[in-house]
């Protein structure tokens, strides 16, 4: 629920100010106790992960336990409870981590999965938004073990390849192993303003900031974007995406930005404007994709030299003159979920090494009370592609 229809809802509700930078740091914690116990970790947001501690059990016991000594870090260290799911799935784990939150540990045992999802109901089953669950109802599916009752190529034939995923995991089935390092795909930043605005001057200013936040990422990373990908959401919480191919990969703010303006302006005009985001994909090495570059060498010194200098002083050091008094978020947030940002940081990715098939526990943990999304409205996101979620139609 967005916070304006909260407040439509509860106008005598009181809203705290939120602090992104704070749930960053309390999520890096978290995230560092977790890989004590496997080097297995698998991010899905800023409170969340996937563990696989398989190869741990002989250190630090079997998964119940593992998951009770992660808890009590968690409470002792960071000062935060947390829910854990116990399972020998991804997806198992992460339903039994929702079932008793704030401070929750359930375990389901080998081959009783489907008889624990089977009484849940069906909006639990990741993947299944309301539309799903609307769509579903026309077939009498009120739970999970409804859906799993149902023959799979009916499943198909309403919703295609989706259909059968969900029938899989209605039946507790799901092969994906947990991953950790995966690169990659995208890097971006997201805004959503207080007020909605068409103010071309406030959008044009944000572009530009999240732009440069991009492209600072990109020059940390070493690597180099080729396609530029603009999300605008009018007042009506319509989403429009449009992308395009740039003729030459970059790690430069200008081109990023007039990319970015020109894919948003035609959207814009006579729209309120709720929120922004800038986005780079078709990732590459610098060093592979600058062998026939055309770029100024003066411009690239110049950058790397104010680079070098919010390195040393801090991000705020050297802005652009057209964001001085712009009150925007600070661009160059990092997203510690993001592989390209651990890769900035000289935390080296384990790219290829993936958890096994074997039976054993994944632990889906969720952090509690005081980890929480932050306000998009007071805060910039950076934004990484998880492709490995299930899709949600809501």
């Known amino acids: 629920m967005s916070l304006r229809e909260a407040y439509r809802r509860c106008p005598d509700a009181v809203f705290l100010p939120v602090d992104g930078r704070r749930y960053q740091a ?31 059990q002989a250190l630090f016991g079997d998964g119940p336990t593992i998951a009770q000594r992660i808890k009590e870090a968690t409470w002792g260290e960071v000062g935060l409870t947390a829910s854990v799911g116990v399972a020998s799935t991804k997806l198992v784990a992460k339903v ?22 089977a009484p849940l109901a069906i909006g639990r089953l990741w993947g299944v938004g309301e539309k799903t669950a609307v769509a579903l109802a026309e077939y009498g ?18 919703f295609g390849k989706h259909g059968r995923s969900l029938v899989d995991r209605a039946r507790g089935i799901d092969v ?10 995208s890097v971006g930043h997201e805004h959503t303003f207080d007020v909605d605005t068409s103010d071309p001057e406030v959008i044009e200013r944000t572009l530009l900031a999240m732009a440069e936040g991009v492209a600072g990422r990109l020059r940390s990373a070493g690597v180099r974007a080729g396609t530029v990908t603009v999300k605008i959401r009018d007042s009506g919480f319509r989403t429009i995406t449009r992308q395009r191919t740039l003729a030459e990969p970059t790690d430069m703010t200008d081109p990023i930005y007039h990319t970015a303006l020109d894919l948003a302006r035609p959207e814009i005009r006579g729209m309120r404007v709720r929120l922004l ?18 770029e100024e060498p003066r411009r690239r010194l110049a950058v790397e030299a104010a680079d070098a200098l919010r390195r040393r002083y801090g991000e705020g050091t ?14 160059f947030e990092r997203d510690p979920r993001n592989p390209l940002d651990r890769r900035a940081r000289g935390v080296a990715d384990a790219a290829g090494r993936r958890a096994g098939d074997r039976a054993g526990d994944g632990a889906g943990d969720g952090a509690g009370d005081g980890v929480a999304t932050r306000d998009p409205g007071r805060d910039s996101q950076g934004v990484t592609d998880v492709d490995d979620i299930p899709p949600d139609d809501t």
């Open 96 to 117: 039994a981590s929702d079932l008793r939150k704030p401070d929750g540990l359930v375990v389901v045992p080998v081959g009783e999965e489907a008889a624990f999802l």
């Open 318 to 331: 050297v802005t652009r003159a057209r964001l001085l008094g712009a009150g925007l978020p600070a661009p």
């Open 141 to 158: 599916v009120k739970t999970i073990g409804d859906l799993a009752a149902l023959p799979p190529d009916l499943v198909v034939r309403r």
């Open 277 to 294: 985001g800038v986005s780079a994909s078709n990732l590459g090495e610098r060093e592979q994709l600058a062998l026939f570059g055309s």
């Open 26 to 56: 309390a999520s890096r914690d978290v995230m560092t106790i977790l890989r004590r116990f496997t080097p297995l970790v698998e991010p899905i947001s800023i409170d969340e992960a996937f563990l696989d501690v398989t190869a741990s």
């Open 176 to 185: 994906d192993p947990v991953h950790d390092g995966d690169p990659a795909k």
